[in-house]
């Protein structure tokens, strides 16, 4: 017998002297042999838990047996919820209206899934997610509270009750007209942007999981089921599973291409764009944009190539073709007649409900909220974002699809090649006998390790590729969200990673076309474009960016090559792209002509347009047809007296005019285009002079850029042809540039522009404003005394805006007066405390809950505080620091903890909290406090979660890392932590290196 | 994708190299598939190594033509040692991070992979587990396909073509062997940690 036998039969031996006699026996003269198995069969005795496996998650799914169905009656307890009545039954499972005894008695509603899921997985996946739910908190979604396993272990969800009807059976039948649906819808669209913005995608968006209730006679939609179908649905990697997937959730009517794509891991937020497209789709006109017919007879591979390829015709086009009797009643539900809804829903609304329903999905809305504000222009009958789709991206979606698959694939396969082929190579030497030499031998064995090395960079490549892509879509949202430095950063650590791959310098392109730093998106777009051929408008981007960079010989490269592209595809879309941007050079060595036959054949298919009539003038008069051209630019102008871009036309009509020979007419027509770039170039001013926060406002674009651009190139060009000099340089693009790198925080370049601009505007009491303003967060934690003289400046320059009051007062406490901290915390207070403004009210609170006694009656900060409590549910920790600061630290723990569990929080809660305790003297409560605000500062500073940036959204973030350790400090000096507690003590020496080296660093520049 | 089911038949009908052939392959499936879902997954989230193995089967093998236990127990022994591998190089790495190693903003892919189901500190018993190796190569492959796939018993024994008792017996011996080994190791009982 060896050593593991012995053990095994001593373990089996339970009677201590037998298991000697037998060990006596067994080991006969072998003392160390006996000495071993004795402790080993200690060890086994205490081992425990050791090594077995908590979770053995592997087992369930690999021989999962087919669980007995187990009628579930009303009145069956499971866990802590008793059954009280079925109320539903889906694809899913089976909902019960069930009661909660503990902690709270409450009626909740209980989901039981159908039996084929592997339980355990389904629970740990929820698990994994459940923090997640927590965060959310909005009153059109339904809560998720707990989920777990009945005694026939099916797993099971217990939500928020909701009872409530379907949103399309609650609109048809009260007969909701389009524009009341279309609002309903929106809220829906708010509540899934809340659910995005805390990384949780639902991916069973359907009209079943829309619920509409009525509060207070108002229809209130609630959307249940979040993170139900990513618990349950995660792992569908193939085709049997698809069937179980399709059977479980029902109908694939609501699944976007991806989805059916069955990848089952590539699914993100915009899956659920699309299934709200559908829903709109159904919502409008009373069919799912595939019938529900043809897909239950359609065999599942069928469905999935309906859902990927078959494009869904435009809603109108669809009730067009539907029967009359049903068209009659669709209309009907929507108290209109057929004509009158087939009217309403064309044009607009069709764009609307297509772009939700592209199959690219870069090409639907990027946030739910995009989708609902285009929306909110149709009801507002403001000029919609979606555009009909157009041939030249239908030709071009190809190509374009799965790009960064089909790189990676490449990359992969080529460098595995080389890899395998320099290994083969180095064997077959190795191998070789010939190989006698050692310098030969040497130069087989670097071959290999070449090999090697070549192999692990290539994984580290695929790797670092996948990051890159990771850090793109990040950024995507980040700058959907407006988001705009955050986003730079992720692109630029995209474009860091991977250099060669083109996605992130066209995304950062886009970041800085939007803030109009043109000369920098004509960087990265050129090096985009050395990467890979751009696609659809980014074509016209680089032309009209290259020539606006003086780099026309660039421009007309492009020029060129987009008319090549149009003669092989003959797009119509791209053609009016094509014309434009060969119209923007003087005709330098192509055919003069061949634009205008372009344009001729545009103007011929479509000739109320009058944009194309203009870009018909326009390829006329780069011709040199000057009768033809000042023909169809004025015919442009009388067409269409309301057209926004008809500014345009003027610098090429006084070009023109000067070409005749008519001078008056040349100079008047320069005149009205100096005109025109004069007020555009104000709108964009005016539409980005934000005031509260340094973001706000910049990015909006009144009009597109790329025809701001044009008009003033061209109106340049016609100053230059008819004055011999260029128009005199407009201090307002300083004040663009200035916003936009504040925007991004770059703030010593916003300041060179701000000073360049102000040369130019020197009275303008605004951009004083913002310039001290920006050098006070320039000087901020670099130079906080400096900080406070320059927030001072900008705050008695505009003394009515109360952030800038905390601004100042914060720079001062970490300057070290705490004096004029408290004097400017009173003059605040005196100044605002009738203030009904919950931003202006969150921003004196803030200021003032930072030290004890800031404000004579720290009551007053309390009433505040409810005020700022409109803005968002995050104002707790307001109201929660107010009420601390106010000597009620009953109700100062009510709202932190609130604040803490449910929402947004700020990040001082638990030092608040942790004081709070103490003076109410909970000293164990104190010290996990204290504890949980160390850990998260430590976390704050390195987390770039969707939480964390939601919340600096929310937050502001100038002057956080200042609070922090500020009142953690407090809080840790009133509470005195005992020697004997080490644990505390370091994370406390942790949490003041944190305060030490990474909190206090100046902000990014 | 066919080639791991081929790999396997030839394992089956004896081919000495075949094995050699599968655990890359294997190793790079399952890099792979952890690179994929963090790139999908929300920051922060973990990845459960036996999830990732039981993917990497489902994508690997072609379940039509190799549903013998047989064919299964190959896969998963190197899949067993692709997962020991990628974990430990992670666990490494990880404890060099914390010397004050290199510190990069952007996570190692494989820091995702959170072995959730494994109770123990992965380095140690890695390296209790290779001296085991040497004098019980059965017991420490059982403790592989245990330890670092999440096998059960059965299906260990299954994979290992021994009886389902015999399996136990030697899972008690080996973790006996392998606490008492880690125990002796770092003379603190610091290597018997709960795992949550």
Request: proline letters at 5%.
């Amino acid at each position: 017998m060896n050593e593991r036998d012995i053990f095994i039969e001593a373990i089996r031996t339970a009677d201590a002297t037998d298991r000697g006699i037998f060990l006596d026996q067994a080991c006969a003269n072998d003392a160390d042999l006996r000495q071993r198995v004795e402790t080993l069969v200690e060890a086994h005795e205490r081992a425990g838990s050791f090594l077995e496996p908590a979770f053995p998650a592997l087992a369930a799914t690999l021989d999962t047996p087919i669980e007995p169905l187990i009628a579930t009656v009303p009145g069956t307890v499971i866990g802590s919820y008793k059954l009280l009545e079925q109320i539903g039954e889906g694809g899913m499972g089976v909902v019960y209206m069930a009661e909660q005894a503990a902690p709270v008695r409450r009626k909740v509603a209980l989901k039981i899934i159908k039996p084929g899921m592997d339980t355990r997985e389904v629970i740990a996946r929820f698990e994994a997610e459940r923090q997640a739910l927590a965060m959310m908190d909005h009153q059109n979604i339904a809560r998720v509270f707990d989920a777990g396993a009945t005694q026939a272990s099916r797993p099971y969800f217990v939500m928020e009750l909701v009872r409530g009807v379907p949103i399309t059976d609650y609109c048809d039948q009260n007969n909701l007209p389009v524009h009341e649906r279309l609002e309903l819808f929106v809220t829906v669209c708010h509540a899934v942007q809340h659910a995005h913005q805390k990384g949780i995608i639902h991916r069973d968006i359907k009209p079943s999981n829309v619920l509409v209730t009525l509060h207070d006679g108002r229809p209130v939609p609630k959307v249940i089921d979040f993170g139900v179908a990513k618990a349950i649905g995660q792992q569908l990697t193939d085709t049997t599973l698809f069937t179980q997937f399709a059977q479980m959730v029902g109908t694939p009517l609501y699944m976007s291409p991806e989805q059916a794509e069955l990848t089952g891991l590539d699914i993100d937020t915009r899956g659920d764009i699309y299934s709200l497209g559908v829903m709109l789709y159904e919502l409008l006109i009373g069919t799912t944009p595939f019938e529900r017919g043809r897909m239950k007879q359609a065999a599942l591979d069928e469905i999935r190539r309906m859902i990927r390829e078959e494009d869904p015709p435009s809603p109108s086009t669809r009730l067009s073709s539907t029967a009359g009797e049903t068209q009659t009643a669709v209309a009907a539900h929507r108290r209109v007649d057929p004509r009158g809804l087939s009217r309403l829903v064309q044009g607009d609304l069709d764009w609307i409900v297509m772009k939700a329903l592209e199959k690219d999905r870069t090409r639907r809305y990027g946030t739910a909220n995009g989708f609902a504000a285009d929306i909110g222009r149709f009801l507002n009958d403001e000029p919609v974002e979606a555009r009909p789709p157009s041939t030249a991206y239908r030709f071009r979606k190809f190509a374009r699809r799965n790009r960064v698959a089909f790189f990676a694939t490449s990359l992969v396969a080529g460098g595995l090649v080389a890899a395998v082929v320099l290994l083969a190579v180095s064997n077959a030497l190795i191998r070789d006998e010939q190989a006698h030499t050692r310098h030969e031998r040497s130069i087989a064995v670097q071959l290999q390790r070449t090999a090697e090395e070549r192999a692990e960079q290539l994984r580290q490549g695929v790797l670092d590729l996948q990051a890159a892509h990771r850090l793109l879509e990040r950024g995507r949202i980040l700058l959907e969200e407006q988001n705009w430095d955050d986003a730079d950063a992720a692109f630029t650590r995209a474009i860091k990673l991977r250099p060669e791959y083109s996605g992130p310098w066209e995304a950062r392109a886009d970041l800085y076309i939007r803030l109009g730093l043109f000369d920098l998106a004509v960087h990265d777009l050129n090096r985009a474009y050395e990467l890979q051929e751009p696609v659809n408008w980014r074509w016209m981007a680089l032309a009209i960016l290259r020539l606006n960079g003086d780099d026309p010989r660039g421009c007309h490269e492009v020029s060129v090559r987009m008319r090549q592209q149009t003669r092989e595809a003959g797009a119509r879309e791209f053609a009016v792209d094509a014309a434009r941007v060969a119209s923007l050079l003087p005709a330098a060595d192509t055919d003069p002509l061949e634009p205008v036959a372009l344009a001729q054949s545009l103007v011929d298919a479509e000739p109320a347009n009058a944009f194309l009539r203009y870009l018909l003038g326009l390829t006329h008069y780069r011709a040199g047809q000057f009768e033809q051209a000042a023909a169809e630019l004025n015919e442009a102008l009388s067409m269409s007296p309301d057209w926004e871009a008809r500014r345009l036309a003027y610098p090429v009509l006084a070009m023109t005019w000067h070409r005749l020979g008519r001078d008056a007419d040349a100079r008047r027509a320069l005149a009205d285009a100096a005109r025109a770039i004069e007020v555009w170039t104000g709108q964009i001013c005016q539409s980005n002079n934000g005031n509260w926060a340094i973001h706000q406002g910049v990015g909006q674009w009144p009009v597109r850029w790329w025809d701001w651009l044009e008009c003033r190139l061209f109106y340049r060009e016609a100053r230059l042809l008819i004055d011999g000099s260029p128009p005199p340089e407009d201090p307002r693009l300083h004040v663009i540039r200035a916003r936009a790198f504040a925007g991004l925080r770059r703030t010593r370049m916003a300041l060179d522009e701000y000073e360049a601009a102000i040369a130019g505007l020197p009275d303008d009491p605004q951009l004083q404003f913002e310039q001290w303003r920006t050098r006070g967060y320039f000087y901020g934690y670099r130079d906080w005394p400096q900080a406070a003289r320059e927030f001072a400046k900008a705050r008695r320059q505009m003394p009515d805006q109360p952030l800038i009051w905390n601004f100042e007062a914060i720079a001062h406490l970490a300057a070290g007066n705490p004096q004029v901290y408290r004097q400017l915390c009173s003059e605040m207070l005196a100044r605002f405390a009738d203030t009904q403004d919950p931003r202006s009210a969150q921003d004196i609170v803030c200021a003032c809950v930072l030290r004890p006694q800031a404000v004579p009656d720290p009551a007053q900060l309390i009433s505040l505080a409810r005020v700022a409590s409109g803005m968002h549910h995050g104002n707790r920790s307001v109201i929660g620091a107010a009420c601390f600061r106010a000597g009620q630290y009953e109700e100062a723990v009510r709202q932190l903890e609130e604040a803490a569990r449910l929402n947004v929080p700020r990040g001082w809660e638990w030092s608040f909290l942790a004081m709070a305790h103490h003076h109410l003297g909970h000293t164990v409560e104190a010290q996990r406090c204290l504890q949980s605000a160390a850990r998260w500062m430590a976390e704050a500073d390195t987390s770039s979660s969707v939480d964390m940036r939601h919340r600096r959204l929310i937050w502001g973030g100038f002057t956080e890392r200042f609070e922090f350790p500020l009142l953690y400090a407090e809080a840790a000096t009133l509470i005195g932590v005992t020697e004997a507690d080490a644990a505390v003590r370091k994370t406390r020496n942790q949490s003041s290196d944190f305060s030490m080296t990474r909190w206090q660093r100046p902000a990014a520049d | 994708m066919g080639d791991v089911t081929r790999i396997l038949a030839d394992i089956e009908r004896g081919d000495p190299q075949a094995a050699e052939q599968l655990l890359p392959l294997v190793y790079e499936e399952l890099r792979k598939l952890a690179a994929q879902k963090m790139a999908q997954e929300n920051p922060g989230q973990t990845l459960q190594a036996t999830a990732l193995v039981h993917d990497a089967y489902v994508r690997l093998v072609d379940h039509e033509n190799a549903q013998a236990w047989d064919s299964r127990g190959h896969f998963f022994a190197a899949a067993a040692e692709a997962m020991r591998r990628i974990l430990v190089d992670n666990a490494r790495r990880r404890a060099s991070l914390k010397n004050g190693g290199h510190l990069s903003r952007e996570p190692l892919i494989e820091s995702a992979i959170a072995a959730t189901e494994i109770t123990g500190d992965i380095l140690a018993v890695d390296e209790a587990l290779t001296k085991l190796a040497r004098s019980d190569p059965q017991a420490a492959e059982l403790v592989k396909l245990r330890f670092f796939t999440g096998l059960t018993i059965k299906q260990a024994a299954a994979s290992m073509g021994i009886s389902s008792r015999s399996a136990d017996d030697v899972w008690a011996y080996a973790r006996a062997w392998l606490l008492h080994e880690i125990e002796c190791d770092q003379p603190r009982p610091a290597a018997h940690r709960s795992g949550q």
